[in-house]
C-alpha cells in the first residue's frame, strides 16, 4: 500500500561537508563560542605564549631541576642543594664574582659618564655635521662582540699592537696590556665601554629631544646657570632613561663572557675569569652541568636582587 505524498517522511538533506544538520550547527556554534570578541586575543598571542613555553619556561624549569642533580647525561642522581653548597665553599667561583663586580663598578659609571657628555655634545647646536657624529659614535655597537674582541687584541698585542705604538710616540715604554692582571682587566674595560657608550649615548640623546625647550627658556629668565639647568632640569627628566641605561648596564655586565673570552680566555692568573666564563667552563669543558645550572641560578637571583636596588633607589618617588 503506497502511502500520499502528504504522508511521506521528509527528505533529508545532507550538508555538503557531510554530517547531519544537528551536528553541523553544533560545530557552528562551538565555532561562534570560542570567535568571540574576547578570545581572538588570546588566539592571536597562542603561538607566541607557545613558543616561550617550549624555547624559554622548559629550559628554565630544566636547567632548576638539572641544578639538584649530579651525573652526566641520563645517568642523574638527585642531590638537593649539594651544588649550592659547593657553590658557597668555591674559590673560585668567588674569584670570578669579585672580578665581575669590579668591572661592573669602573664600567658601567665610565660609559654611562661618556655616553651622558657624548648626548650633551651632540645635542647641541653648536656642533657641525651633528648627523654624520651620531652615525659616527653608534657605529662601534653594531660590531660583533667576536670581531670587537679580536680586533682589540690586536690593538693591544704588547708587541705590535697600534696602542703601545702611539704610547711610544710620547715616550711611554710598553704596556703590557693581556699579560698583566691589572692592565689585562683594564683592556677589557676599555672594549666595553668602546663598544656600549655609543649605544647609551643615543638613548640618552632621544631623552634630551624630548625634554621641552620651555623648561629651559623659564630657567634662564629666573636667572639658572647651565650647571643648575642641567642638575635641576636635565637630570630629573632623564631619570626614567637613566635608571634603564643603568639597569640593562649592569645585567649585561654581570653576563659578561666574549670581550674576556676573546681577549685573555680569562686569565692572566684567573684576573679576567667572569661568572658567566665560569659557567661555560664548568658546563662545556667539564660537562658538570649540574654546578653549571646551579652558578646560572646564582647570577639569575644576584641580577634580579641588583635590579630591585636600583628601581626602588632611582624609581620615581611619589
Do not use: C
Not at 690593538?155 to 710620547?170: C, H, P
Request: glycine fraction near 10%; aromatic fraction near 12%.
Amino acid at each position: 500500500m503506497s502511502l500520499a505524498p502528504s504522508e511521506r517522511a521528509p527528505a533529508t538533506v545532507t550538508p555538503a561537508g557531510g554530517g547531519t544538520p544537528a551536528r553541523t550547527g553544533r560545530a557552528r556554534l562551538r565555532r561562534r563560542r570560542l570567535l568571540t570578541r574576547a578570545s581572538v586575543p588570546y588566539l592571536l598571542i597562542m603561538p607566541a605564549v607557545l613558543g616561550f613555553a617550549i624555547f624559554k619556561a622548559y629550559p628554565i624549569a630544566s636547567s632548576l631541576w638539572i641544578s639538584l642533580t649530579t651525573g652526566s647525561g641520563d645517568d642523574r642522581t638527585f642531590a638537593g642543594l649539594a651544588n649550592y653548597r659547593r657553590l658557597l665553599e668555591d674559590p673560585l667561583f668567588w674569584t670570578a664574582l669579585e672580578n665581575t663586580a669590579l668591572i661592573l663598578v669602573v664600567q658601567v659609571p665610565l660609559m654611562l659618564g661618556l655616553a651622558l657628555l657624548v648626548a650633551l655634545a651632540l645635542n647641541s647646536t653648536k656642533v657641525w655635521l651633528r648627523p654624520l657624529w651620531r652615525l659616527g659614535v653608534f657605529v662601534p655597537s653594531l660590531t660583533g662582540l667576536v670581531a670587537a674582541g679580536v680586533m682589540f687584541s690586536v690593538i693591544l698585542n704588547r708587541d705590535a699592537g697600534l696602542l703601545n705604538w702611539v704610547l711610544s710616540l710620547f715616550g711611554v715604554d710598553r704596556v703590557n696590556w693581556l699579560g698583566s692582571p691589572f692592565w689585562a682587566r683594564v683592556g677589557v674595560v676599555l672594549v666595553i665601554t668602546w663598544h656600549y657608550t655609543g649605544y647609551n649615548a643615543v638613548m640618552y640623546l632621544a631623552g634630551l629631544q624630548g625634554i621641552p625647550k620651555e623648561l629651559y627658556e623659564a630657567a634662564m629668565v629666573d636667572g639658572a646657570g647651565p650647571i643648575r639647568r642641567f642638575f635641576s632640569i636635565t637630570l630629573p627628566q632623564l631619570r626614567p632613561i637613566l635608571l634603564l641605561t643603568v639597569v640593562l648596564s649592569t645585567i649585561g655586565t654581570l653576563q659578561l663572557f666574549d670581550e674576556p673570552y676573546v681577549l685573555t680566555g680569562g686569565g692572566p692568573d684567573n684576573a679576567t675569569l667572569t661568572v658567566t666564563m665560569y659557567l661555560y667552563n664548568n658546563g662545556f669543558k667539564y660537562f658538570d652541568f649540574g654546578y653549571a645550572s646551579a652558578i646560572a641560578y646564582a647570577l639569575a637571583l644576584i641580577v634580579s636582587v641588583l635590579g630591585i636596588m636600583q628601581v626602588r633607589l632611582m624609581g620615581e618617588r611619589r
